[in-house]
């Protein structure tokens, strides 16, 4: 069974939807650097003011910030059984690190999900999550930034046998179901 996971996929895809599923029932901690960031940009911290610019403009937070908020998440007790990773690794910068700092605990990755939903379909499903970066032109940036930086990650994770890919439209639970297949296969 995988325990130590990855989701992977474009803004809007379900990642945190499927994500909470998993942690819910299969017992294991969802981290998503998303709600990290917006967590610190409500407390105001100093990594909030840095990471706010350029989360409003759908650009990425520099890779030192988030791998900083990972490396410190993943060193927290609940980690130790899994965890499920949601909005990380978005760059190739952060696959590395994140490969590194599993070295370094002793436990690597058990799969990476691949959520597949075609671009019409996630445009429409943000413009009616109405996220305060969910506006048309953010969403667009967001897109492209998926293709550019975190698309390439299919390959890498490919590479290494890791990647499933389940389509990601339809019914939830189906989808839902479709995932625990993939991680238990
Ligand atoms: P999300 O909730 O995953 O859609 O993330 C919302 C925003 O937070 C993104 O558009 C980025 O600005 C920022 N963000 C979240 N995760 C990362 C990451 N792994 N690397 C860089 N920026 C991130």
């Known amino acids: 069974?995988?325990?130590?996971?990855?989701?992977?996929?474009?803004?809007?895809?379900?990642?945190?939807?499927?994500?909470?599923?998993?942690?819910?029932?299969?017992?294991?901690?969802?981290?998503?650097?998303?709600?990290?960031?917006r967590a610190a940009v409500a407390a105001g911290s100093d990594l909030g003011l840095k990471a706010k610019a350029a989360m409003d403009a759908g650009e990425l937070v520099a890779d030192e910030v988030v791998i900083g908020m990972i490396r410190e998440r993943l060193n927290e007790a609940?980690?130790?059984?899994?965890?499920?990773?949601d909005g990380f690794p978005r760059t190739r910068a952060q696959a590395?690190?994140?490969d590194g700092l599993l070295v370094d605990l002793g436990k690597p990755?058990?799969?990476?999900?691949?959520?597949?939903?075609?671009?019409?379909?996630?445009?429409?499903?943000?413009?009616?999550?109405?996220?305060s970066d969910d506006t048309e032109d953010t969403i667009r940036?967001?897109?492209k930034?998926?293709?550019?930086q975190t698309h390439p990650l299919l390959e890498y994770y490919s590479e290494r046998g890791l990647l499933v890919t389940v389509k990601g439209s339809g019914d939830l639970e189906a989808i839902y179901g479709s995932i625990v297949a993939a991680l238990d296969a």
Do not use: C, W
């Not at 599923?21 to 990290?36: A, H, N, V, Y």
């Not at 058990?110 to 996220?131: A, T």
């Not at 930034?145 to 550019?148: A, E, S």
């Open 96 to 98: 590395e690190a994140l």
């Open 145 to 148: 930034v998926f293709r550019d």
């Open 1 to 37: 069974m995988s325990k130590r996971i990855v989701l992977l996929g474009a803004p809007g895809s379900g990642k945190g939807t499927q994500g909470q599923m998993l942690m819910e029932r299969r017992g294991i901690p969802q981290i998503s650097t998303g709600d990290l960031l």
């Open 109 to 131: 990755l058990d799969r990476v999900v691949h959520l597949d939903v075609d671009e019409e379909e996630i445009v429409k499903r943000l413009l009616e999550r109405g996220r």
């Open 78 to 85: 609940d980690t130790a059984n899994g965890y499920i990773l």
């Open 141 to 143: 940036n967001r897109m």
